[in-house]
């Protein structure tokens, strides 16, 4: 059974930092490319971040470059998400994504989400 289950959010006024964990299990990890999306209220979900299953290439979105890292732990199947500098505007929950194609076959898995909340 897969299963990636975020922890990590919470309430924390702007400026401050979280770091968001997402542990995995039912598959193989480190096959696998892990994202990491955002979903604010009444907007479309948004890639924030995203690393190779190897772990050696990361990508960000603009928003959010300098200020989030992604990093990922293939030996206890866990992928992080380390948010400093937090704005208002990063508001959102965070969703673990792992990704990985066979193929033409697609392997897409979704965690639960966390929510952050930054306050003014």
């Known amino acids: 059974q897969v299963q990636l289950v975020e922890s990590g959010g919470g309430l924390v006024q702007a400026g401050g930092s979280l770091r968001l964990s997402c542990a995995a299990s039912g598959f193989t990890f480190s096959r696998y490319a892990m994202n990491w999306y955002r979903q604010a209220p009444e907007k479309e979900r948004e890639l924030v971040a995203r690393?190779?299953?190897?772990?050696?290439?990361?990508n960000y979105a603009d928003s959010v470059k300098g200020r989030f890292s992604i990093s990922r732990d293939n030996a206890k199947n866990t992928v992080f998400l380390q948010m400093n500098s937090l704005k208002p505007e990063d508001t959102a929950v965070y969703y673990c994504?792992?990704?990985?194609?066979?193929?033409?076959?697609?392997?897409?898995?979704w965690g639960q989400g966390t929510q952050v909340t930054v306050s003014s």
């Open positions: 690393i190779t299953s190897a772990g050696g290439t990361t």
């Open positions: 994504n792992a990704r990985s194609w066979a193929g033409r076959d697609l392997y897409d898995y």
